[in-house]
């Protein structure tokens, strides 16, 4: 059974920082492609960052230079780290697996049940 949970969230302020987890279980780690996605109130689920099993990674333009996806192995967990917060990145925070490489389509097969992030201007 694959398990999925976030946590790290929290209220910031404009220009802080939080650092995000996603710790896995279930399955083999390393054989799955992961993703963060986000979803704020009254909009559609979007894809943040995501990494493949290599270690390549990609990001939403609006994320880009600012937050950093990573992953541990050994610890089966995936992190996000998120800096220049901004009141925009108001959302909850969900990391996603799946078989195949999806990159940034919220469409994983296996998903957590999200942390909330919330920026304050």
């Known amino acids: 059974q694959v398990q999925l949970v976030e946590s790290g969230g929290g209220s910031v302020q404009a220009g802080g920082s939080l650092r995000l987890s996603c710790a896995a279980s279930?399955?083999?780690?390393?054989?799955?492609?992961m993703g963060w996605f986000r979803q704020a109130p009254g909009k559609e689920r979007e894809g943040v960052a995501a990494?493949?099993?290599?270690?390549?990674?990609f990001y939403a333009d609006s994320v880009k230079g600012r937050f950093t996806i990573s992953q541990d192995s050994a610890k089966n967990t995936l992190y996000l780290q998120m800096n220049s917060l901004r009141p925009e990145d108001t959302a909850m925070y969900y990391c996603?697996?799946?078989?195949?490489?999806?990159?940034?389509?919220?469409?994983?097969?296996?998903w957590g049940q999200g942390t909330q992030v919330t920026v304050s201007s």
């Open positions: 279930g399955y083999s780690y390393s054989s799955y492609y």
């Open positions: 990494i493949d099993s290599d270690g390549s990674t």
């Open positions: 996603a697996a799946d078989r195949v490489n999806w990159w940034l389509l919220p469409v994983y097969k296996y």
